[in-house]
C-alpha cells in the first residue's frame, strides 16, 4: 500500500489518497486498480473507495465527513453523548459496483440487493452514487443512525454470553426492535443538506419529514390491499426477510407514532420512569428529549437519543440478566442465542406498544384502521404539493407558544 499525497484540510481532518492496485484494502475494502481517499473528522474516520480518485476523491470524502458530522449532531441529542476520544466510527463509501457487492457478499448479502448496510460490529458500507432516485446521501444517512445506535446505544455483550455460546464473537445486543430501528433510520433519509458557497455541509434540515418515496409505496400498498400487517411487521426480527414492502411498513408506523401518539408514548414513559426511581427519571427523561428543541411536542415512539439504554430496559420491562440465562440456555450457536434475544426483546416492545393504545381506548388492529387512512391522506396531500399532517382531533400542533407547526 503506497501513500501518494497528503494535505491537511480545514476545518478538521486529514484527507489523503491511498493506492490498493490490487492489495487487500484498509479494514476489508479490496479491488485491483482501486484508490482510497480518506478524511478524518473528530467521529468519523471516512473512506471513499474509487478508480482515479485524486483531488476529486479528497473533496468527496472531505463532503461526506461534514455531512456526517452534522447528522452526528442529531444521532446524539446535539452531541449528548460524544464518543471517547480516538473512537472513530469506521464510514465506507464505494464509486465502484463490484468493489460494494464483493464487501456485501461478506455479510451474505446477494448482489444488487443493497446500496448500504452497517455491519454487526459497526462498520457501514455505502454504494455511493444515486439509485433509482434515491441518492446516497440519504443512505449514508440511514445507515449512520444505525452506526450510532450500535457504538452509543446497544448493550455491551456480557461475557458469560462468550464463555457459555460456542463461537459467539458480536460485541454488542441491539436494543431496539427491527421495526423501530428501520423506522427511526429512514426518517433520517430526508434530511436536506445545506451548504456554504464552496459546497461544504453546514447543518442539515428537514429530518423526520415526509419520506415521499416510502410514503409512495406504502400507499400503494395500502390501496391494493397488500399492505403487511401491523402486527406481522412489528413482530419480524434480524434475520428475517424484509422486502422493500416491510421497510415502507416501517417507516409509516413509526412516521405516524411521533405524530399522533407521541404525547401519550411519553407521559407512560414517565410514569414508568417515577416509578423506577429518581436516578432513572432524570437520565431517561434527558433521553427522551430529542433534537428538535423548537418541538418539543415531537416524540419518538421511545427515547432514541441521549443515555438511551437506562430508559429503553423500563420502557420495554426487560429484567436483562434473566433474559441473557434464558437465551443463553437456549444456544447451541452464535445464531441462536441473537434470534432468540431478538425475539425476546421484538415480543416485549409490542407488548409495551399494546399497552400504550390500549391506555389510549383502542386496539393495535384499530389503531391500523386509522393509520392507513391517515397515511393516504398524507400521500394525496404530499402529491398535491402541501406537507401538513393531517392529525385526529386533540393532538397538539405548533411551536412552543402557539405559534404555527412547521413539518
Known sequence: MRLCQQKSLAPFGLAVVLSLAGCAGLDGSAGS????????????????????????????????????????????GLDEIPLPPGDLMPFWLHLDRRDYDRQAALFEYPPGVTNGFCTISGEVHVYYRPQGGHS???????????????????????????ERVPGYKTARLPTVPLWLAEGMAMNMESGRAEKDHNGL???????????????????RLVNSGNCPPVREIMNLIMGDQI???????????????????????????????ERAGPETVRAAIDAAIDPYLPYPHLRWPVPVTGRFLR???????????????????????????????????????????????????ESLEQWEAGWKKRMLALHAEVRGGTYRYVEPAGIKRGAPGGGPGIW
Not at 473533496?59 to 447528522?71: N, Q
Not at 449512520?144 to 462468550?162: D, I, K, M, N, S
Not at 455541509?201 to 400507499?219: F, M
Not at 434473566?322 to 434475544?341: H, K, N, S, T, Y
Request: with cysteine; proline share 4%; charged share 25%.
Open 33 to 76: 486498480g482501486l484508490e482510497v481517499a480518506e478524511y478524518i473528522s473528530p467521529h468519523y474516520r471516512m473512506r471513499l473507495v474509487g478508480s482515479g480518485l485524486g483531488e476529486r476523491g479528497n473533496g468527496m470524502a472531505r463532503h461526506a465527513a461534514l455531512l456526517m458530522e452534522r447528522m452526528f449532531d442529531i444521532y446524539a
Open 136 to 162: 446516497p446521501e440519504a443512505t449514508a444517512m440511514h445507515e449512520g443512525f444505525h452506526q450510532y445506535c450500535h457504538r452509543a446505544l446497544h448493550y455491551p455483550t456480557p461475557p458469560e454470553v462468550y
Open 311 to 361: 430508559a429503553c430496559r423500563v420502557v420495554w420491562g426487560l429484567d436483562v440478566p434473566a433474559l441473557i440465562d434464558i437465551c443463553v440456555a437456549g444456544a447451541r450457536e452464535p445464531r441462536d442465542f441473537d434470534r432468540q434475544w431478538n425475539r425476546r426483546l421484538t415480543q416485549a416492545a409490542l407488548a409495551e406498544v399494546e399497552k400504550l393504545l390500549r391506555d389510549n381506548g
Open 201 to 219: 455541509v453546514i447543518s442539515v434540515s428537514d429530518i423526520g419529514s415526509v419520506n415521499r418515496e416510502r410514503l409512495a409505496e406504502l400507499a
Open 243 to 273: 422486502d422493500s414492502h416491510s421497510y415502507a411498513a416501517m417507516w409509516g408506523i413509526v412516521f405516524d407514532l411521533r405524530m399522533v401518539t407521541g404525547e401519550a408514548i411519553f407521559r407512560r414513559e414517565e410514569r414508568e420512569f
